[in-house]
């Protein structure tokens, strides 16, 4: 059975980090991508508002967050590319020392 998460993470205040943020998700990083897919993940989708980022996840029964961050500390490039992203993100005043994003609790849900 397939699931979705939502994260949440925040953004330096800074126009020009940014900017360049943005280019730096404009590219893919096959690798990083690919690694997404290894764990599980069909698909992934940022959105951004002023600094607030919003991640929705769609993964199969295979994904596991602890799985997926023990496969993230084997793949070197994975490691670069997590290590470059922290030039611009910031993390919520709610985290954990070295911890990203935040899982998000759904409180709402409308059906047809």
């Not at 997404?36 to 993940?41: D, K, L, P, T, Y």
Request: net charge neutral.
């Amino acid at each position: 059975m397939n699931k979705r998460y939502c994260l949440t993470l925040d953004l330096k205040d800074d126009p020009a980090l940014i900017a360049e943020y943005l280019c730096y998700h404009q590219r893919k990083w096959g690798r990083v991508a690919s690694s997404i897919n290894e764990a599980g993940g069909l698909g992934m989708e940022i959105h951004l508002f002023g600094t607030r980022m919003f991640m929705v996840m769609e993964v199969d029964a295979r994904f596991s967050f602890a799985a997926k961050a023990k496969a993230d500390r084997a793949n070197p490039k994975v490691r670069e590319w997590e290590e470059l992203m922290w030039k611009f993100q910031e993390p919520l005043p709610e985290a954990k020392a070295g911890e990203k994003w935040q899982l998000m609790e759904r409180i709402f849900k409308l059906e047809s």
